[in-house]
């Protein structure tokens, strides 16, 4: 499938979108352990740092599930 064809599909969505799709997979991929170099190859980024945003998102993420959980 091209990138315009996924667009297109994904457009009727509202706010789903392909990069949507991919910014989720990443996030989730690194939540769960996936190392960076194979979160980079998967992403098909040239450079680490580009990957890393993601790694930052993820780390974000799992603090603020930290901070909901009520002792």
């Known amino acids: 499938m091209s990138a315009d064809s996924a667009y297109r599909i994904t457009k009727a969505s509202g706010d789903f979108s392909p990069h949507v799709a991919r910014r989720t997979l990443l996030t989730e ?21 580009t990957t890393m945003h993601y790694a930052k998102v993820a780390d974000a993420l799992e603090v603020k599930g930290r901070l909901r959980v009520s002792y």
């Open 29 to 49: 991929l690194l939540k769960n352990g996936t190392s960076l170099p194979d979160a980079q190859f998967i992403a098909g980024h040239a450079h680490g740092s």
